[in-house]
């Protein structure tokens, strides 16, 4: 496809996001949240007063990894509570591949329908080799995406760097790309493209419409450094980033996110959001 064209598959995508930026969020108030596995240890501890926390800070959504699915709908619905009466959002909930399977998407459904969710994420998966392994997963994506879109909630995909890495001449996420419906989320997770030597903006620009929430996660490649470098201290050229996701990508909303650093849970995600701002002040 030339930089100039744009398919109907892309104008589908386009139009699918169309909705919720008319519902309140226009594109210099892009919200930015918090991927929770930044501060896991404190979350397995303390739900709660983690999410108080986090509020506090200035994130104005979050992101729910997988030990979300174990809570009982009382559980849940009190997170929902906490989560209105801080007015913060949860738009995403992080999610194993396990979950997508008929006997569990439902109960993730539901889940996800109480904390408000829109987007129920694929975090990874363990594909048989080759193409027709990822074809596979594309086919389990589909699948989900027609029994969530009745009810208001829409499939999404999570990469790693294995996905950008190339299997017999293809990129996995290549395939899930092109054998996946235009309402399937393509979460990029900047800082293992990056590992992977892959280009974010490149990939952005690949897929309109398509990339509408980002992890925005650093990486360098300094002896040491890897994932633990803070948002804004690797090779991610985030202004460009930003500037290809608010263009093209459709991005909704942005999820910082650290594995681990020098510093505290709390502290790493305090810096990271204070960085985030410098770079992408109007947020």
């Known amino acids: 496809m030339s930089t100039h064209s744009v398919s109907r598959r892309s104008f589908l995508a ?13 594109a210099t108030s892009i919200p930015v949240g918090l991927e929770l596995y930044s501060v896991r240890n404190a979350l397995k501890d303390d739900p709660m007063g983690t999410v108080r926390a986090v ?14 699915f174990d809570w009982t709908e009382p559980q849940t619905k009190q997170m929902k509570k906490l989560l209105d009466d801080l007015g913060v959002r949860c738009f995403s ?4 591949s396990s979950y997508f399977i008929p006997e569990n998407l439902k109960r993730a459904r539901e889940m996800n329908l109480i904390l408000g969710s829109r987007y129920v994420v694929m975090s990874s998966s363990e594909p048989k080799p080759g193409r027709d392994g990822w ?23 999570h990469n790693h760097g294995l996905e950008f890495t190339s299997v017999a001449g293809n990129r996995p996420i290549e395939i899930l790309a092109n054998n996946t419906k235009p309402s399937v989320m393509l979460q990029l997770d900047v800082g293992t493209c ?5 280009d974010p903006v490149a990939w952005i620009r690949a897929n309109p419409g398509r990339i509408r929430s980002m992890h925005c996660k650093d990486w360098s490649p300094e002896v040491g450094k890897g994932y633990s470098a803070l948002f804004g201290e690797g090779a991610a050229d985030w202004k460009n980033i930003f500037a290809a996701a608010e263009s093209v990508g459709g991005i ?19 810096k990271c959001l204070q960085t985030f701002r410098t770079i992408r002040p109007s947020l």
């Open 14 to 26: 386009l139009s699918a996001m169309l909705p919720f930026t008319l519902r309140g969020f226009a």
């Open 55 to 68: 509020a506090q800070m200035g994130y104005q959504c979050v992101e729910f990894y997988a030990p979300y």
């Open 93 to 96: 909930t992080h999610n194993s």
């Open 135 to 157: 074809r596979e997963v594309a086919d389990t994506l589909n699948s989900a995406a027609d029994q969530l879109e009745p009810a208001g909630l829409k499939a999404g995909y």
């Open 194 to 198: 990056l590992q992977a030597g892959s």
């Open 252 to 270: 909704e909303y942005y999820l910082v996110e650290q594995e681990g650093s020098r510093f505290s849970e709390f502290d790493t995600a305090k």
